[in-house]
């Protein structure tokens, strides 16, 4: 059994504030720590399901070099391989030659969650919202539409209660979560105690991977829109021009294509 885990920092017990999430700032390295230890939780979880093949894909933008680099090395449990500084969702490897099931570890809300801890959607200063045809989503629904584009189904998400709600609505009620806390403001949260979070998550990933996999891959309806809402004006000059996209508002940007991953490399081909 091939497992990925593709992972990110905000949903991470104990991390509650961008000072932990920011490369190179005072708090990032506690922030890492517990980041890392995390991971290993649902690495090992994944290894006692029965899992062959482990690759855990660090999808956290940290900034300058530690942007997708943020675990530490030598802290990384020896049952996978990690995946470092390549660009969201542009590991692709998994996904070709045949993978059983992802596993989202860390996630965030969408931008806009009253009670979802740094909640954002891919830009803090870039987007407002994001849609996939009437689908409002966040950061879980593109890690899921990626995977689901290959067949891969997501089982399990953990983060805080606020993307587990999003998750179940978007991929439905019966998905495996683990909620690591509850927030209390976008900067505050009520939370398990970091070593009780790791025992769940590793629990629930072994569980997600037991036995026959029910849940389905997330693949948005055909044709594909992916819609942006931008937070700004200004913002627009990024999309003037491209191929396949067309202005909508002042503040919205529309990709149209025959599938959803044509759509989302109209707008992020680089990304
Ligand atoms: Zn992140």
């Known amino acids: 059994m091939r497992v990925l885990i593709m992972s990110d920092m905000e949903g ?19 922030g890492r720590h517990l980041y890392t230890e995390e991971i290993n939780a649902a690495v090992r979880g994944a290894k006692a399901a029965g899992a062959t093949e482990i690759v855990v894909v660090d999808c956290h933008g940290a900034g300058q070099g530690w942007t997708f680099n943020s675990l530490i090395p030598d802290r990384i449990h020896p049952d996978c391989e990690w995946v470092a500084h390549h660009g969201w969702g542009r590991y692709d490897e998994m996904w070709e030659k045949g993978c059983d099931a992802c596993l989202l570890i860390g996630m965030h809300a969408r931008n806009g969650t009253p009670d979802g801890v740094l909640c954002h959607t891919i830009s803090t200063v870039k987007y407002r919202n994001l849609w996939f045809n009437d689908a409002l989503v966040g950061e879980t629904g593109v890690n899921a539409a990626l995977n689901g584009h290959y067949g891969v189904p997501v089982v399990l998400v953990t983060g805080d209660e606020a993307v587990c709600r999003e998750a179940k609505t978007l991929l439905g009620d019966s998905l495996p979560t683990v909620a690591v806390k509850r927030g209390l403001s976008r900067y ?36 594909t829109t992916i819609r942006i809402e931008l937070d700004s004006v200004d913002k627009l000059a990024d999309f003037k021009g491209r191929q396949g996209i067309e202005i909508t508002g002042p503040l919205a940007v529309e990709s149209r294509a025959k599938d959803w991953l044509t759509a989302w490399n109209q707008f992020w081909p680089y990304a």
């Open 12 to 30: 991470v017990s104990g991390i509650v504030v961008w000072e932990q999430v920011n490369g190179g700032a005072a708090m990032f390295e506690e």
């Open 188 to 223: 505050s949260a009520r939370q398990l105690p970091p070593i009780r979070a790791r025992e769940r998550i590793e629990a629930a990933a072994k569980s997600a991977l037991t036995g026959r996999i029910a849940t389905q891959p997330y693949v948005p309806e055909k044709p």
